[in-house]
């Protein structure tokens, strides 16, 4: 799915030259761009202008990366790739775990920043108008999935805990969601879940549907030693072992 002229690309990172680099690429592929030195001028140009992606650097003046992209995927669904210098698996795997879509170490060349921001917004925009709705179904906007005492109402994009507590998903943790809801008790390859929720252009640069998996049992409060709900199935892939009742208009 091609990106829009309009996307706006917010830049956060206190590397005056980096800013300038990347901004300038940016812009040069037509796309609009903004750049903050920190994480107060994150939260100030979040409240004043919308954002499509956020490019966000862990080592920052006032406030730790990790932090700030944990409290951004508390609050917002906003895409979120992060930057680092330190370049270890450590930190790659905690800001995956955060909440962020996609990790890119410095240096990088601005074309793959480019390559990986253009993939994330087209996995996003994917899981957002589900393009691929499986079963054929072609009215799903007003229906909940209800399973092992968990609701996900699709209007809303909210999840509900058998106790009705809400629990936020970003906007790929949902679409993973949805596929497993809607082939429940069968086993999805990895390639198969990567169809269903976005295109394979690019797919070298999307992170692994591993992580996506393991976060998305953190949501459903799963232990990852023994899971009961999304199981893995050796060799072959994951299954969402539970009942599945489809609620609402399906006109």
């Not at 706006?8 to 750049?35: A, M, Q, W, Y």
Request: glycine residues 6%; contains cysteine.
């Amino acid at each position: 799915m091609a990106t829009s002229s309009s996307d706006h690309i917010l830049i956060v990172d206190d590397d005056p030259d980096i800013c300038t680099l990347v901004s300038r690429f940016f812009e040069k592929n037509g796309f609009r761009v903004s750049v903050v030195p920190d994480g107060k001028g994150l939260w100030q140009l979040l409240d004043q202008a919308a954002i499509d992606l956020i490019v966000l650097d862990l080592m920052l003046p006032d406030e730790d990366g990790l932090v700030l992209c944990r409290n951004l995927r508390a609050t917002s669904d906003i895409p979120v790739i992060i930057l680092s210098a330190r370049g270890e698996d450590v930190d790659r795997i905690i800001g995956l775990e955060m909440g962020a879509d996609d990790y890119l170490p410095k240096p990088f060349h601005p074309r793959e920043l480019l390559a990986r921001v253009r993939s994330v917004l087209r996995r996003t925009r994917a899981s957002v108008q589900m393009e691929k709705t499986p079963r054929g179904s072609t009215n799903e906007e007003n229906i909940a999935y209800h399973f092992a005492g968990w609701r996900l109402d699709v209007p809303t994009r909210q999840l509900y805990t058998p106790q009705q507590e809400k629990v936020f998903l970003s906007g790929s943790e949902f679409a993973l969601l949805r596929i497993f809801l809607n082939y429940p008790n069968q086993v999805l390859s990895r390639d198969q879940l990567l169809e269903y929720s976005a295109s394979k252009e690019n797919e070298t640069y999307d992170r692994t549907i591993d992580m996506q998996v393991s976060r998305l049992r953190r949501r459903l409060r799963e232990d990852s030693r023994t899971p009961e709900l999304i199981k893995t199935v050796r060799g072959l892939g994951y299954v969402l072992s539970a009942r599945v009742e489809k609620v609402g208009d399906q006109s």
